[in-house]
């Protein structure tokens, strides 16, 4: 049952060490956490997300490292507040809009989750990585429109 998927929030998890570690840039930071996120350290590259998002807020790059890291701490709440910066930030960002989606569909939001990844899939200028996924997010759009409209059935 999604509804009874644990979920941490934002303020359940702590905030990132800049003040600790030494200067570094937000791309070097970024760089950090993309690389405990592909080792499976979910939390060091939150932490290292975290704190680029402190070093220069602005960076639609280092909400959508951290939004990453919260999806895999099981944080989808969290991960759709990095995300709608992300969005704020840059709001054709396609990685985003795809993983906003996930976000949603996490929270039991399978109609607002179909309708992020209908918006991916609107985006005409998508990296070749996100391009590559284009069967999936059709897969998950169709999934999702299927569980919302069920759930609404079910609720009549």
Same mark, same amino acid.
Do not use: C, N
């Given at each position: 049952?999604?509804?009874?998927?644990?979920?941490?929030?934002s303020?359940?998890?702590?905030?990132?060490?800049?003040?600790?570690?030494?200067?570094?840039?937000?791309t070097?930071?970024?760089?950090?956490a993309?690389?405990?996120?592909?080792l499976?350290?979910?939390?060091?590259?939150r932490v290292? @997300? *975290?704190?680029?998002?402190? #070093?220069?807020?602005? =960076?639609?790059?280092?909400h +959508?490292?951290l &939004? /990453?890291?919260? !999806?895999?701490?099981?944080?989808?709440e @969290? *991960?759709?507040e990095?995300? #709608?910066?992300?969005? =704020?930030?840059?709001?054709t +960002?396609?990685? &985003? /809009?795809r993983? !906003?989606?996930?976000?949603?569909?996490?929270?039991?939001?399978?109609?607002? #989750?179909?309708?992020?990844?209908?918006?991916?899939?609107?985006?005409?200028? /998508?990296?070749?990585?996100?391009?590559?996924?284009t069967?999936?997010?059709?897969?998950?759009?169709?999934?999702?429109?299927?569980l919302a409209?069920?759930?609404?059935?079910? /609720?009549?």
């Amino acid at each position: 049952d999604l509804h009874s998927f644990p979920t941490r929030r934002s303020s359940d998890l702590h905030i990132g060490t800049a003040a600790a570690a030494p200067k570094q840039s937000s791309t070097q930071l970024i760089a950090r956490a993309e690389e405990q996120y592909a080792l499976g350290d979910f939390e060091s590259s939150r932490v290292a @997300a *975290a704190d680029a998002v402190s #070093a220069q807020p602005d =960076r639609a790059a280092a909400h +959508l490292a951290l &939004a /990453r890291a919260y !999806l895999a701490l099981q944080a989808p709440e @969290a *991960a759709e507040e990095a995300l #709608a910066e992300a969005l =704020r930030l840059e709001p054709t +960002l396609p990685a &985003a /809009r795809r993983l !906003l989606g996930l976000a949603l569909a996490a929270q039991g939001r399978f109609g607002e #989750a179909a309708a992020a990844w209908i918006e991916w899939e609107r985006l005409t200028d /998508r990296p070749p990585e996100e391009e590559m996924l284009t069967r999936s997010v059709l897969d998950w759009t169709e999934a999702a429109k299927t569980l919302a409209s069920a759930i609404r059935v079910r /609720r009549d």
